[in-house]
């Protein structure tokens, strides 16, 4: 088996090695900011797939490097020594409180690691790169430069003629813009440098690849999950009486709302945590619901209404009229269990309103039961699902490296239903119809599926 | 999958639908063989119970594992709107699940098996306590007619002499409603092992083996969902933070006294010459490489006041800082932008960057011409 390669993303500070560490392990826990010396010491991200993987170092920048290669020419005469020399810089004491941030960012290099020199594209060469490039160089190891273009492109052919004297592999990748397909490109490029790190590389490629079609599944289920349990929500309680329920009516409106928005946020959430990223902030205008969803019927014992009521004793009536039957071989021809469940049932029917009122030790037999909800109208599942297709797009076409929050919109719903095939459509809006009436739909994940296929436009 | 865990409700689903379906079972055995008034089972139809109806359902139970359908009777009873409001809604849950069609073949054949042994133990209740009378009537059929068919459908169990159909038995247990035909009740009861044999033969350890095969199914696709679940797993170690720096030096416009410029970002020509429109010509003129490679580490008269002309657009690095921390007394950095077509202005965000680093060293300010 291979050894798995280590990677070092080196360079200047503030030149977007932690954008692009970020980027390619799919963690946005990254500490990035416009501030430079950000990134203090070194940080290791390890993707792995069983035994197979590779790791990424992000390291501080250059803080001395004309000093440091005063030093280094100082203690290596010739060409053989330097990488020697470059060790010794490491480990010497007195260069690691002279050199904290060079001594840091070199350690994985002279344990290992191939180096990944970044600069900014946008900005003009300047000489004063080159003392980085020429210890990176002393180090011996292998090494590809990365030209991250900030802010535009302007300058990368000058970077990469200039870049090209020092680096074997010269590469242009924006972390915050290049897509999935980019990034797996650039991850199989670094193979370029060792042979023998192609397969461990392919495997996680391949396995990124992989991971991306799943999360899609994934997304469709969250989605299908949410929109069945936002339309049969139902919040009730018990009451005494038909006043206390009047009463009752705003608070459990306020829990009912608060309880629909919370369910939403969290599927929300979780498909965040689906795409990997644990710390992006969104904001999302509030679910609105027209409807009056508030409700009161009069229950019976064990909560039950009149009819479910009938149900329980025709059942109960029937089944005590079975036994007897059965008792009787079959003789009384299943009338015992006729006559069990009519008798029983009726009694339920019209006794049920004389039941509520009994009070045993001192308990109520019956009362009124207010609910709220679940919703009816039948716009709201179409929200939920513009919104939550909107925050997909947007977590599938977002870069880990990227710490802007996020306004979740409904996007154009429309256009994406009206890009389905007829029979999906109306498999789509039959769906719906059923859900806003609380049936149960075996394929909503089905119906569901077309619109994953169609991402929504930008 | 990483969002949607396969929940451990559906543990308890099973064993409510195979709770209803073996009392199902249960009774429409006991139902059934409980005869007419005197106790009389009509085998044929006996044959209909425990023969047909499990081999018909088998079919399409193989052919639902064939097309992959997620139907079956767990999900046709789960589908009958009779469950209370609370359950619909674990329901709905439950068909969401990823590992759903698996999970509802398994209930699916677990609650068939529990119909079949409720049914069998319905079958040996009533023939522990009651006489059980098999006969069987036909006007088209006679005893030889039937023998065949029966002979066939006990092949199986030819290990089992006791079970295997006669036409002698055929014919002692033939009934006519118009009167009985045999002096012996005892023979009537003769075919409960055959009965006994084809309940076994044909539902049971079909639908046994078919439980085992959606066991199979069920524990091979969870597990798969949970090694796919954690193929790819990505760790970090190390902390950095983003901080807050507070200090940050003042902006000034321009400079009373004379100065000496070091012209660290070595500069254009062009950049030079609007500094000297802006604020005048400096009294001394120098490089970075100058003053850093200087005998005193200085490189400038120490009675100017020095001006640092930097790259805005590059981070301060701290061996521009070790170089001010030598200097005595103030100074000012001043940022400056510029590309091929002339010279920019300092974006706000370079010029903040640089007033914090400049904050850092005591007395210096950052220089920015109107």
């Known amino acids: ?458 | 999958m990483e969002a949607v865990r396969h929940s451990d409700k559906h543990a308890s689903v099973p064993i409510i639908l195979s709770g209803l379906t073996f009392l199902t079972g249960f009774l429409v055995t006991v139902s059934f063989l409980a005869g007419d008034d005197q106790g009389r089972v009509n085998l044929l139809y006996l044959l209909l119970l425990f023969v047909v109806i499990p081999l018909a359902s088998l079919l399409v139970s193989l052919l639902l594992l064939v097309t992959r359908s997620n139907q079956g009777l767990a999900g046709w009873l789960l589908s009958l709107p009779v469950w209370p409001r609370h359950w619909r809604s674990h329901i709905a849950e439950l068909v969401m699940s990823p590992l759903h069609r698996p999970w509802l073949f398994y209930a699916s054949q677990l609650s068939a098996f529990m119909l079949g042994l409720g049914g069998l133990l319905g079958f040996m209740f009533l023939l522990l306590l009651s006489d059980v009378s098999f006969v069987w009537r036909s006007t088209l059929l006679k005893a030889e007619d039937l023998a065949p068919v029966l002979s066939a459908i006990a092949w199986p169990w030819q290990f089992w002499p006791e079970a295997q159909p006669t036409v002698a038995m055929l014919q002692t247990t033939q009934d006519f409603r118009s009167g009985a035909q045999t002096n012996d009740p005892r023979l009537l009861g003769e075919w409960w092992r055959f009965a006994l044999a084809a309940q076994l033969t044909f539902n049971l350890l079909p639908r046994c083996l078919m439980l085992i095969i959606a066991r199979m199914i069920y524990g091979y696709r969870t597990r798969l969902a949970a090694s796919e679940s954690s193929q790819l797993t990505i760790s970090s170690a190390g902390d950095n933070q983003v901080h807050d720096i507070n200090q940050s030096a003042p902006i000034v416009d321009h400079i009373d006294k004379s100065f000496a410029l070091i012209n660290w970002a070595q500069a254009p020509d062009m950049c030079l010459a609007a500094l000297h429109s802006n604020i005048g010509q400096p009294d001394y003129e120098t490089g970075r490489n100058q003053v850093t490679d200087s005998a005193d580490g200085i490189g400038f008269p120490p009675t100017l006041k020095p001006v640092v002309l930097v790259k805005s657009w590059e981070p301060p690095l701290a061996e521009l800082e070790d170089y001010l921390r030598l200097l005595p007394g103030a100074g000012y950095i001043l940022p400056m932008d510029w590309d091929e077509s002339g010279i920019n202005p300092v974006t706000p965000a370079h010029i903040e960057e640089w007033c914090r680093f400049t904050g850092k060293i005591p007395q210096w300010q950052v220089l920015q011409w109107r």
């Not at chain 1, 009730?236 to 009912?256: C, F, I, M, S, W």
């Open chain 1, 1 to 458: 088996m291979a050894l798995n390669p280590v990677f070092a993303v080196v360079g200047h500070p503030n030149k977007g090695k932690s954008s692009i560490v970020s980027t390619l392990a799919q963690v946005d826990s990254v500490a990035i900011s416009s501030q430079s010396g950000t990134t203090r010491s070194n940080e290791e991200f390890t993707i792995s797939l069983g035994e197979a993987g590779f790791r990424l170092i992000d390291t501080p920048g250059f803080q001395r490097p004309a000093a440091v290669l005063k030093w280094l020419k100082a203690h290596a005469n010739s060409a053989e020594k330097r990488a020697d020399a470059v060790r010794q810089f490491v480990s010497d004491p007195a260069c690691i409180e002279a050199f904290p941030d060079e001594t840091e960012l070199l350690r994985p290099i002279v344990n290992g690691a191939a180096i990944l020199y970044v600069v900014d594209g946008s900005r003009p060469y300047g000489a004063e790169y080159e003392n980085e490039m020429e210890i990176l160089r002393w180090a011996g190891q292998p090494s590809m430069a990365l030209i991250n273009p900030i802010e535009s492109e302007r300058y990368v052919t000058p970077w990469t003629q200039a870049l090209g004297q020092y680096f074997r592999i010269v590469k242009v990748f924006n972390p915050m813009q290049d897509d999935f397909d980019q990034q797996m490109t650039i991850l199989e490029t670094f193979a370029h440098l060792n042979e023998a790190w192609a397969e461990p590389l392919q495997t996680i490629v391949s396995a990124l690849r992989d991971q991306r079609r799943r999360r899609q599944q994934d997304s469709l289920q969250l989605l299908t999950k949410l929109l069945i349990e936002l339309c049969n929500y139902q919040l009730d309680q018990k009451v005494l009486n038909a006043q206390q329920a009047e009463t009752l009516k705003p608070a459990l409106e306020a829990r009912y709302f608060q309880k629909m928005k919370a369910m939403e946020q969290q599927a929300h959430t979780e498909l965040k945590k689906l795409y990997r990223y644990q710390h992006l902030q969104s904001d999302i205008f509030e679910l609105s619901f027209e409807d009056n969803l508030f409700d009161t019927e009069q229950w019976i014992v064990w909560g039950l209404n009149r009819k479910q009521l009938t149900m329980a004793a025709t059942a109960a009536g029937a089944a005590a009229g079975a036994i007897l039957d059965i008792g009787l071989a079959g003789h009384s021809l299943f009338l015992g269990a006729l006559g069990g469940g009519l008798m029983a049932g009726g009694s339920a029917w019209f006794g049920a309103d004389r039941i509520a009122d009994y009070k045993v030790l001192g308990m109520p037999l019956g009362g009124y039961e207010v609910r709220q909800g679940p919703v009816r109208n039948r716009n709201f599942p179409y929200v939920v699902l513009g919104r939550f297709l909107w925050l997909t797009h947007a977590l599938q076409h977002r870069n880990h490296a990227r710490r802007d929050a996020l306004r979740i919109s409904e996007g154009e719903l429309s256009e994406q239903i009206s890009a389905l095939a007829g029979a999906e459509q109306k498999a789509l809006h039959r769906a719906f119809d059923r859900l806003v009436r609380q049936k149960n739909i075996s394929n909503l994940e089905e119906v569901l599926a077309p619109l994953f296929i169609n991402p929504p436009s930008d």
